[in-house]
């Protein structure tokens, strides 16, 4: 059980969030937990899904976002978002088992996405305080200052949705993937 109250349905969403969970169910045909936990807030909300909104529109492909959020939520040890993201990169960036286990190891088998996986990490580990090796890394693999911004952007909305989740426990609501084991 999540340790704030997510509301069992749109109606029971704060009225100021009711349409932008409507739009999300129009979009995906449900609405996922993790939507209605932030609902509580309809400021967040809308932040969450502007700028999830805008980062779509960015010059990053969707495989490589999937793999980003993977690679992260693994870093972080959220289990919702290692689940969610899991159906996402399978179902919808048509990521294969073996592709998505390298993305949780800070890797891809695609040569670019590879940097831009591993320079994540580096930036989520890292605080965002990599070495310049770090950055000419990503640069040398053919990312420009535009994709490099949009990279850090998605570890810091990945980043949040993975700590908003663990702090309240997020019920998952796709099929389960645990963290491996950090010991």
Known sequence: MSRLPIPATIEAAPLASQPLLEAVKKQLGVVPNLFRLVSNSPSALEGYLAL????????LP???RERIALAVAEVNGC??????????GKNLAKLDDAEMAAN????????KAD?????????????GHVSPDVLRAVQTAGYDSAQ???????????TWTNYINELAETEIDFPVVMPRDRS
Request: charged share 15%.
């Open 62 to 64: 969707a495989p490589t």
């Open 79 to 88: 289990s919702y978002c290692l689940s969610a993201h899991t159906y996402l």
């Open 115 to 127: 940097a831009a996986v591993r320079f994540a990490v580096k930036v989520a580990r890292e605080r």
């Open 52 to 59: 999830s909104g805008a980062l779509s529109k960015g010059t």
């Open 104 to 111: 949780r190891n800070g890797t891809s088998h695609d040569p």
């Open 148 to 158: 490099i911004i949009e990279i850090v952007l998605h570890v810091a909305l990945n």
